[in-house]
């Protein structure tokens, strides 16, 4: 079955660090980009991040860039974003969604991420 | 940065065309992809490269487009068409873009 299921997700502090996963399975995670997209409870998608298959090329939306980092490991069938320098405003489902033909295709189901004291 | 704009709500009753637009000026260049996402479920891709249709999704689903504007045509709209639908699309900077978002209610 093909599949994205996220992990690691979870209540951080402002200012805190935390590192979400996704593992993936049932295609060849190699062959695609990868995403990570964004959703604060009862609002619309935001775009965070893309990372192509070796990992080389990397883009990021304005809200995360110089906070957040996307990586893979393509041994593992994983793609992680590591969050620092958390704020409230970014506590929202982050969602990994595999890239086909310049998009999001499949998702996975979310991990929350909640900001707060 | 790059905007894409929808209408926060359509609705039709049972069998009727529902349309849904999104206008951006990226999208006189860019390709489109449409998504539906149900209540506490993740989004699912319907309509990609403007009026492509993923397999599994109902032909009843369609995409178009003209100069700046995608529109979303869902033929003879069904009740468990009720979703938010969100457009979306890369920009030249290499970001991803998503509409607003439509609630389409179908009663």
């Known amino acids: 079955e093909v599949q994205l299921v996220e992990s690691g997700g979870g209540v951080v502090q402002p200012g805190g660090s935390l590192r979400v996963s996704c593992a993936a399975s049932?295609?060849?995670?190699?062959?695609?980009?990868m995403h990570w997209v964004r959703q604060v409870r009862g609002k619309g998608l935001e775009w965070v991040s893309r990372?192509?298959?070796?990992?080389?090329?990397?883009h990021y939306a304005d809200s995360v860039k110089g906070r957040f980092t996307i990586s893979r490991d393509n041994a593992k069938n994983t793609l992680y974003l590591e969050m620092n320098s958390l704020r409230g405003e970014d506590t929202a489902v982050y969602f990994c969604?595999?890239?086909?033909?310049?998009?999001?295709?499949?998702w996975g189901q979310g991990t929350l991420v909640t900001v707060s004291s | 940065s790059y905007e894409l704009t929808q209408p926060s709500s359509v609705s039709v009753s049972p069998g009727q065309t529902a349309r849904i637009t999104c206008s951006g000026d990226v999208l006189a260049k860019k390709y489109a992809r449409w998504f539906q996402q149900k209540p506490g479920q993740a989004p699912t891709l319907v309509i990609y490269?403007?009026?492509e249709r993923p397999s599994g999704i109902p032909e009843r689903f369609s995409g178009s487009t003209l100069g700046t504007t995608v529109t979303l045509t869902i033929s003879g709209a069904q009740v468990e068409d009720e979703a938010d639908y969100y457009c979306y699309c890369t920009a030249d900077n290499n970001q991803g873009v998503f509409g607003g978002g439509t609630t389409l209610t179908v009663l």
């Open positions: 969604a595999r890239d086909r033909t310049t998009g999001p295709d499949l």
């Open positions: 049932g295609f060849t995670f190699t062959d695609y980009w």
């Open positions: 990372i192509n298959s070796d990992g080389s090329g990397i």
């Open positions: 490269k403007d009026s």
